[in-house]
């Protein structure tokens, strides 16, 4: 999850939106949504399985990674048989930059072209990468460059952006045109879209996350699509989640059993029943009515930095259960920031988006009359780790994905000393049942985590479960640097950064432990049925959690 520190955001804001307009180049690319002719095929679909795109996709990506995969086998132990390849999926945590930093190191861990460790070669061979809230800001700043190396990222643009942070007032002015983030968002106002909180918050994160000099205007999820990297299916296929709160029914925060969104750069909705439809990702801020446009289609709404931040907006509930006093600090620094641009509203706490699915029926769908989705003219989304699942799986449980086996980078602070504790992942399979995902693997209770110490190492689940996806859980832990960093911290020097980075290398290599390769090898390769080196039984006894 990201950090409940809406002070500093409340001044922030007000600083940005409290300027007077600046003058927007409008040939440049530019923030604000754009009409557009609509496509001659349908705009939503039913929930029935991948679309033509995605499956497209993850088969040629799929392709490509086996052939990787192949190689780092046989580099890692030349026992591996390669005759059947597993498909491989990788989930990034939110825990702020916290997962932001030690994500990147984990990445960097299993990338060929950035390390020389016992995992390097496996990023090669990933398929899917799903990322919430801090996840997502490693995974969008990733992908919306074009996939460069984590070295790269970390020295051209996070090294001095999360130094002096933009999200802390003591840093205000140091790299950002303040006054044209004003004026993009009063244009979007003006183009009649609803502006929040998080439009402001998505284009500050925008100027630490992209390299380009507006801070990624002009650069959507959906543009993705064109980037060399994902054309030539050189990059596992990114999944960026966020949860619903239904408003309407007086709901601050999503609980545990929240309804999951789904932004990948072909497609944005939902797998779950109340939704289980799909649409465009480029076409989404589109006025929709019954599967149709109302009018003209809308594109450049998938503005990439507001997907992360809708994915790590953490302010909803706490901005919720303080409007119901008109006297707080809280209020009165919203009053401040909006109200030159729109009335105020509780609306202005969630990241906003014309509902795709507006009086549409899904022939997947499961109708609920007491809070129908389909109902609302809009929807209100937060981030997608609040409701206590802060590693993204639910995505990569869907059988048309065909995920065989999962390494989750849990960077949670479950604990008073902001450690994970299992508790998240636990979540995910209690809920599992409640979304009809059969292929979730056992879990143990949290005390279990503990006492076995499960919370601190690598292990395995599904080890014994044949129609389970066999999940490699990776907690945050300190091998070489104390990387239990508060979720409110908001800047780190780049020391810190760099040390980050090289504790997250730590946690993928479980600090360079001798055989840790053959082991995660024999954790992708144990249910393909085929004969494995001797030494995963060993493994196995090692790393397996079995119920």
């Known amino acids: ?12 804001l007000s600083t940005v939106l409290a300027a007077p307009a600046a003058l927007v180049d409008r040939d440049s690319p530019s923030y604000v949504p754009l009409d557009a002719e609509c496509p001659s095929e349908s705009l939503v679909r039913a929930a029935s399985g991948l679309s033509t795109k995605e499956e497209a996709y993850r088969v040629s990506r799929k392709a490509v990674a086996d052939e990787a995969l192949k190689s780092w086998l046989v580099e ?7 005759d059947e390849l597993p498909t491989v999926a990788l989930s990034s945590s939110g825990g702020g930059y916290r997962a932001m930093l030690s994500g ?30 801090g996840g997502a800001w490693l995974l969008t700043s990733f992908a919306g460059n074009n996939y460069p190396t984590i070295s790269s990222l970390a020295y051209n643009l996070w090294g001095l952006a999360i130094q002096d942070s933009l999200l802390d007032p003591q840093a205000l002015g140091a790299l950002i045109d303040y006054l044209t983030i004003a004026d993009e968002i009063a244009l979007k106002q003006s183009a009649g879209f609803d502006t929040t909180l998080i439009d402001v918050y998505g284009r500050l994160l925008g100027y630490q996350l992209y390299e380009e000099a507006d ?22 296929y990114p999944i960026i989640t966020a949860l619903g709160a239904k408003v309407w029914l007086g709901q601050c925060s999503p609980g545990p059993n929240a309804t999951t969104y789904e932004f990948s750069p072909f497609e944005f909705g939902s797998w779950d029943s109340d939704v289980s439809a799909f649409t465009p990702t480029k076409y989404l801020g589109t006025s929709m009515k019954g599967g149709n446009p109302v009018s003209s289609c809308t594109t450049n709404y998938d503005n990439i930095g507001y997907i992360a931040g809708t994915s790590s907006d953490i302010f909803a509930g706490e901005l919720c259960t303080q409007l ?47 809070n129908d989705i389909g109902d609302q003219e809009s929807l209100s989304l937060v981030d997608g780790g609040v409701a206590l699942q802060n590693n993204p799986i639910f995505p990569l449980l ?9 390494i989750v980078n849990d960077n ?109 090898g024999c954790a992708v390769m144990m249910k393909t049925g085929q004969t494995l080196p001797d030494d995963c039984t060993s493994c196995f006894a090692e790393y397996c959690y079995y119920q």
């Open 1 to 12: 999850m990201m950090f409940a520190s809406t002070g500093i955001l409340s001044l922030l």
């Open 76 to 82: 890692t132990n030349s026992e591996f048989r390669t």
């Open 104 to 133: 990147a190191g984990v990445i960097q861990g299993l990338d060929a072209r950035d390390s020389n460790v016992s995992t390097s070669g496996l990023f090669q061979a990933i398929t899917y990468h799903s990322a919430l809230s």
């Open 215 to 236: 801070g990624g205007a002009g650069v959507t999820l959906s543009s993705i699509t064109g980037f060399s990297n994902f054309t030539s299916h050189a990059v596992p």
């Open 324 to 370: 119901s006093d008109p006297n707080s600090e809280l209020v009165t620094g919203m009053e401040q920031i909006l109200v030159k641009v729109h009335e105020i509203s509780t609306s202005d706490q969630y990241a906003t988006y014309r509902n795709p699915f507006y009086e549409y029926q899904s022939s997947t769908q499961v109708p609920n009359p007491a």
């Open 398 to 406: 869907q059988p048309a994905r065909k995920v065989d086996v999962l």
């Open 412 to 520: 949670s602070a479950d604990t008073s000393y902001n450690w994970p504790n299992g508790s998240e992942i636990l979540t995910t399979y209690v809920q599992s049942f409640n979304h009809n995902l059969t292929r979730m693997p056992y879990i143990p209770p949290v005390d279990t985590f503990i006492a076995e110490g499960l919370n601190t190492r690598a292990t395995f689940f599904g080890c014994n479960e044949s129609s389970k996806i066999t999940i490699v859980y990776l907690p945050n832990a300190d091998f070489t640097f104390a990387s239990n960093v508060s979720t409110t911290q908001l800047s780190y020097s780049e020391a810190e950064q760099a040390a980050m980075i090289a504790n997250g290398v730590q946690i993928v290599t479980q600090g360079g432990k001798a055989g840790w390769g053959t082991c995660l």
